[in-house]
Structures are given as structure tokens and as C-alpha cells.
């Protein structure tokens, strides 16, 4: 009896996430999706590029799918996806150790103050009802360390930014006593994003699933969280 070849994707990786995913195609997304998707068969192939690029190669059906992509409202309407997050992430609000220090939490910060986000992540689904209410001066930028260095300079008065990608950048940089963050901004469910255009979608978003649980029962889900691992 021939036996069945495993099945075969290709998935986009951002280039600029660590401790999550990083320029060389590492770090613990990549980890923990190639040792789910080795529990049901299904061999993966990456391709790394800038975030929001992915996203698109992901919608055109260039690629099966992309990760890190937070599954809310303006994700849910482009994507497919499971049910099973890879982690869970918080973003938080830094600061340049000048900024004073009356803001408690994001509905305070003062009207009209510019924010630096990163092109095409995820926000939370508050987050545009934030910028109207406070008519908040958004600038887009393509990566967390170009963040750090508008906040130091003075360019923005605040910037989102996943709390562990930017430990590791801000540590990078040095500048740990010079950018703090103050408070949360949310919390986040990290997936894979399948593309509509592959019919096998679904499918493949319940092999994930499956592989995912696997890895929970087997005890080594918990493992490959740690970047020691990667």
C-alpha cells in the first residue's frame, strides 16, 4: 500500500518580531507552528518579509497563510482562522522618560497627541475608537525600532508596542532607562491567518488546532514558549 505524502504549505513570516519571529526566520512562532503542524503530517515552508507585506501575500493566495496576526474584527472579515492562538501577547503604551507623568491609562492621554504604530499590525478593536475620541495624530513606521528611536528624539509623544518584542529592542538599543512602558493598551491572541483563496483553509486551521493540543497534552507546549529553546 503506497503511503500518503505529507502535506505541503508555504506560510509568510515577518522579519522584525523577536523574540516571536525574527529576520533570519527564528524565534518561537517558528517553533512552536513546525513542531504542531509535524504532529498531523503537514510539512512547512517559510518565507520571510516584512509583516504587512505577508498580510497581503496572504489575502492575493500567494502564500497558505502568515502569522503573527491578533484575530479581531478587521482580521476576521480577511482571514480563516482556528481556534487554537499560538500565545497570548500584551501591548502596552512607552514613553521617553522625559514625557510627564500624568497618564494613568490610555483615555488619558491629551487630545491631539501623536502615536507611532507600526504599519499594518493590530491593535485591538478599541484602538480606532481611541484616535477619534482623543483626535490622536497617528505615524506609521515599519518596525518597533523605529519607534523607539521617534520616542527618543522627541517625534512622537507615545508608541504602541508588544511588550516582549520591545524588551528585546530596547535592550538592543541600550535605552532601557530611557523608554518605559506606562500601561496596557490590550491584549492579544496570536494566530496563524489562513488564505481565503486556498480551499483548504479550514482544513488546514484545524490541523493547527490539532497539532497545538497535542503539543499541550504531550507536555511540550509550555517548552517551546521559552526563547532558550529557539
Do not use: C
Not at 499594518?120 to 481611541?130: I, K, P, Q, S, V
Not at 508596542?161 to 530611557?178: E, K, T
Request: hydrophobic content about 40%; glycine content about 6%.
Amino acid at each position: 500500500m503506497a503511503v500518503a505524502e505529507s502535506l505541503r504549505i508555504t506560510l509568510a513570516a515577518e522579519d522584525s518580531w523577536p523574540p516571536f519571529a525574527d529576520e533570519v526566520g527564528r524565534g518561537i512562532s517558528h517553533n512552536i507552528i513546525n513542531h504542531a503542524f509535524e504532529q498531523v503530517d503537514v510539512e512547512v515552508s517559510t518565507i520571510v518579509v516584512p509583516y504587512s507585506r505577508g498580510l497581503i501575500m496572504t489575502e492575493r493566495g500567494t502564500v497558505d497563510g502568515v502569522f503573527n496576526v491578533t484575530r479581531e474584527q478587521s482580521t476576521i472579515d480577511r482571514f480563516v482562522f482556528g481556534n487554537e492562538p499560538l500565545f497570548t501577547v500584551t501591548a502596552s503604551f512607552f514613553f521617553a522618560k522625559e514625557y510627564p507623568n500624568i497618564v494613568n491609562n490610555k483615555w488619558q492621554i491629551p487630545t491631539q497627541s501623536t502615536i507611532g504604530i507600526v504599519d499594518g499590525y493590530e491593535y485591538g478593536d478599541e484602538f480606532m475608537t481611541l484616535v477619534e475620541k482623543l483626535k490622536l495624530h497617528v505615524i506609521t513606521v515599519n518596525s518597533q525600532r523605529q519607534l523607539i528611536n521617534l520616542l527618543l528624539v522627541g517625534r512622537i509623544d507615545t508608541a504602541i508596542m508588544y511588550d516582549l518584542v520591545a524588551d528585546v529592542y530596547i535592550n538592543q538599543m541600550g535605552v532601557s532607562r530611557d523608554i518605559k512602558a506606562k500601561f496596557n493598551n490590550h491584549t492579544s491572541e496570536i494566530f496563524v491567518a489562513f488564505s481565503k483563496h486556498n480551499p483548504q483553509a479550514k482544513h488546514l486551521s484545524q490541523l493547527l488546532d490539532k497539532g497545538l493540543l497535542t503539543l499541550q497534552k504531550q507536555g511540550k507546549y509550555h517548552q517551546l514558549l521559552l526563547p532558550s529553546n529557539n
